[in-house]
Structure formats: C-alpha cells, structure tokens
C-alpha cells in the first residue's frame, strides 16, 4: 500500500521501520522541524527523521499543517504523494479536515492507550501515575476531535507494578508496530469493523508539567512511587536538590513517631510516608552529581534517622 507517515518521537520509530520493511510503499514522511539543543545549540533531527533517511524516504518539516503558505505547500505535496493511507503515530500536529478526507483509506492513528480511556498528550505517563493495571494500543480511524475517532484494533497489556514510564514506553512502541501492520492488513483484506467510542468512558492525559514530580511525603507511599516511575520524583535533602529517578514501597516496623518525610531506615534510605509506609528510594542523583543506585551514594554518605526531606 502507498502510505505517508506522519510521526516525530522515539515513539513513532518502530511503526515506521515496520512499514519500510513490511513491504508497503512509503512515499514520504511527515515530522516536526529540528530543534535546536546541547550547548552549542546544533540543529537536531526528530527521530522519525533520522529513520526515514536511513531508508531514504523524502522527508518533509512544515511548520504548520492548518495556517500560512506552508500548509498550503503541504496540501500540494500530499496530493502529488497521492497516499493510499495516511499513518500517523505522535506526530505532534492537528490535521484539518482536508488531509483527513484525502487518501482514499483515510488516515489512520497509533494511540498509547486502551481509547476512549487516557485521550489526549500523555497516556503512557499517566496511566502509571493513576497506576493502572493494564494499558495497550489501539488504531483507530482519525476524526477532527482529540482522539476521538472509530476504534479498529486494539492490544492490552499488563503493567508491572514496578515498572517506569519509559519501560513502557519502550514496550508499547513496539505493540504500536504490530498493530498497525495488522491494522493495514485488515484494510486490505476489507475485514475492520470500526467501533465508535463511547465518550462517556472517555478521560484526557493532559500534558505533563515540571511542579508534578514534586514528592509531598504527607501523601500515601504507593502514590509517590507512582509518580517516580511515572515522571521521576524531587525533593530535597540538606538543602539541595535530590532527584529520584527508583523507588519501592516498604512496611514500615518501627518509625510510627516520625514526621512525614523522615528518614526511618538510614541503612536503606527508607522514607515515612503520610499512610505509615515507607518510600525506598533504589535510583537517585543528588545536586551537581551524576544519577546512581542508592546503595552507591550510601556509600559516601552517612544518614542520621529522622532527618526530614523537602525542607
């Protein structure tokens, strides 16, 4: 099938190589322009970019799809495209009506989660924030709504209850292939049976900002663990910044008279939490330091029972 990809992150990658390899024609793919970063401010590609060069697939950065001559520009490339299917997978940009209405299958999109559960940025992150069981990917027919067009197939998969964001993500990037390619297969064989979503079971991920990963230890241990495999959590010790990148929930066999937030096992740098559990932090970087075990920093530095973080 003539396909154009429509995609930006490490996320999109793996849907990508699959349809360079699985035998469809992709005539071209879609991405964010570069970003500038690192000290010396060097231009760098998107991941999706990186990958089509590697298989030599024109490459196309507009800065908007629905406003200015570059979206005007875009429109005319798509149409000399002339894509059976548009894919698109965390590409970034809204598309309007007239590229959705384009390619005679549609255009489909690759969304991180079981719909209408987690619509919108940041599914993966929060369904460990809100720890969730179970997640998946689903494919779905693209409408002018966030997410909100016809479910076509979808793939569930347990979350462990140890596991970060980012091991998910890794996870469900590679599902997120596999269901395309079965998606498109069902296309060609004329065999999907669209299944409108029911707002009513619909939630949003909204985006993920910096002030949420801030640890207020009066909270229950399991929702602090939460957010650091979620987004990473900080706090402070001594005075100094202390990101936690690990952690475990631990019962907690003595330490009942100590504040929330206080150190209740040195050896192990277990921390009281607001429902009497405890909070071991396994993965840290204190300030001006690299990220480490905590075993490691123990090591070099010497706990006192009840000392209080986040003051």
Not at 58 to 66: A, D, G, H, K, T
Not at 120 to 133: C, F, K, Y
Not at 141 to 159: F, H, N
Not at 220 to 240: D, M, S, V, W, Y
Request: aromatic share 4%.
């Amino acid at each position: 099938m003539r396909i154009v990809f429509m995609g930006t992150p490490d996320f999109a990658v793996p849907c990508l190589r699959a349809l360079a390899e699985g035998g469809h024609e992709v005539a071209g793919v879609f991405t964010q322009p570069d970003k500038p970063k690192g000290r010396g401010y060097k231009m760098i590609p998107t991941p999706v970019k990186a990958a089509a060069l590697e298989y030599g697939i024109p490459v196309y950065q507009p800065l908007s799809l629905r406003k200015g001559e570059d979206a005007m520009i875009c429109m005319e490339t798509l149409r000399t495209l002339n894509p059976e299917l548009i894919v698109v997978v965390a590409y970034g940009q809204i598309l309007p009506k007239e590229i959705l209405e384009l390619p005679k299958h549609h255009c489909i999109n690759i969304h991180a989660s079981l719909l209408p559960a987690y619509r919108g940025a940041a599914p993966i992150q929060w369904s460990v924030l809100n720890g969730e069981a179970k997640t998946g990917v689903t494919s779905m027919l693209m409408a002018e709504g966030l997410d909100t067009g016809d479910m076509l197939l979808r793939a569930e998969t347990e979350i462990g209850g140890d596991e970060s964001a980012d091991s998910l993500h890794d996870r469900l990037s590679e599902m997120g292939a596999r269901v395309l390619l079965d998606t498109i297969e069902a296309i060609e064989k004329g065999t999907l049976r669209p299944e409108p979503q029911d707002d009513a079971l619909s939630s949003y991920a909204v985006r993920i900002t910096k002030d949420m990963s801030a640890l207020d230890f009066s909270k229950p241990a399991q929702q602090l663990h939460n957010i650091i495999r979620g987004i990473t959590g900080f706090t402070t010790l001594e005075g100094k910044r202390l990101k936690v990148y690990a952690s475990q929930v631990a019962a907690l066999s003595n330490g009942a008279e100590l504040a929330n937030g206080a150190v209740a096992d040195a050896e192990h740098f277990v921390i009281k939490c607001g429902d009497g559990m405890g909070l071991r932090l396994t993965e840290i970087q204190p300030e001006g330091k690299k990220r480490m075990k905590t075993e490691d920093f123990l090591r070099g530095k010497k706990l006192e029972k009840g000392i209080v973080l986040g003051q």
